[in-house]
Nanobody, 124 residues
Framework: QVQLVESGGGLVQAGGSLRLSCAVSGRSLRGYSMAWFRQAPGNEREYVAAINPSGSNANYADSVKDRFMISRDNAKNTGYLRMNSLKPEDTAVYFC?????????????????WGQGTQVTVSS
C-alpha cells in the first residue's frame, strides 16, 4: 500500500517562501511520476507541477512558473515543492500525487495515489 504524507505548509506573508515535502512509504518512489496539485475553498483541484521518475523533466502551471520548483530525492523516497514569491492567490490545500508512468500529466484522474494535503495560507 502506497502512502503519501505532505508536510511543510503554514502561514506566510506575501512574498515569502515555503518548502513542502511529500514522504512516500510502501513502495519505492523511483517508479512513479510525482505531481503537486492544490485546491482552494470552493474551487476544483488544480495542477501545480509534475516531475518524471528520474527528475530529469519537470512541468509547471503557468500561474506558478518561475516561482515554484518541484524536485525529488528518490533515495529518501521524498518529493518537494519549493514555493517562492508567494501570493495570496496561492492559498490552498496542497496535495502530492503519484502515477505509474514516466509521462507527466496535468489531470487529476491520471494519478493513482494521493496524500491528505497540507494547508498553505498566504497573507497580504
Amino acid at each position: 500500500q502506497v502512502q503519501l504524507v505532505e508536510s511543510g505548509g503554514g502561514l506566510v506573508q506575501a512574498g515569502g517562501s515555503l518548502r513542502l515535502s511529500c514522504a512516500v512509504s510502501g513502495r519505492s518512489l523511483r517508479g512513479y511520476s510525482m505531481a503537486w496539485f492544490r485546491q482552494a475553498p470552493g474551487n476544483e483541484r488544480e495542477y501545480v507541477a509534475a516531475i518524471n521518475p528520474s527528475g530529469s523533466n519537470a512541468n509547471y502551471a503557468d500561474s506558478v512558473k518561475d516561482r515554484f520548483m518541484i524536485s525529488r530525492d528518490n533515495a529518501k523516497n521524498t518529493g518537494y515543492l519549493r514555493m517562492n514569491s508567494l501570493k495570496p492567490e496561492d492559498t490552498a490545500v496542497y496535495f502530492c500525487a503519484l502515477r505509474t508512468s514516466i509521462y507527466l500529466d496535468r489531470t487529476v484522474a491520471a494519478y493513482d495515489y494521493w496524500g491528505q494535503g497540507t494547508q498553505v495560507t498566504v497573507s497580504s
